[in-house]
């Protein structure tokens, strides 16, 4: 069965980075649209960014700039790559496949 599970979460200091991960399996990974989306506390869950089997990528005007999606789709495996962080980046982030495959979450805090 499909099975997403997102790491690389934690703490982080304004301006800092972190690297999560997303290792897929149950399904072909490498012809397939992936996505980040993130929920902060008391907000709806939002799109983060995007990228195609291809490895075409899109990004969220909010975080346009600072992340970078990448894929290895030899390790069925999702990144996201978060630079200068910002408190606002604080949630928890989800990797999506597909209409209604989610992963648990990992918790990203941006404090200082």
């Known amino acids: 069965q499909v099975r997403l599970v997102e790491s690389g979460g934690g703490l982080a200091q304004p301006g800092g980075s972190l690297r999560l991960s997303c290792a897929a399996s149950?399904?072909?990974?490498?012809?397939?649209?992936m996505n980040w989306y993130r929920q902060a506390p008391g907000k709806e869950r939002e799109w983060v960014a995007a990228?195609?089997?291809?490895?075409?990528?899109t990004y969220a005007d909010s975080v346009k700039g600072r992340f970078t999606i990448s894929r290895d789709n030899a390790k069925n495996t999702m990144y996201l790559q978060m630079n200068s962080l910002k408190p606002e980046d604080t949630g928890v982030y989800y990797c999506?496949?597909?209409?209604?495959?989610w992963g648990p979450g990992t918790q990203v805090t941006v404090s200082s």
């Open positions: 990228i195609t089997g291809g490895g075409i990528t």
């Open positions: 149950g399904f072909m990974f490498s012809l397939n649209d």
């Open positions: 999506k496949y597909g209409r209604a495959f």
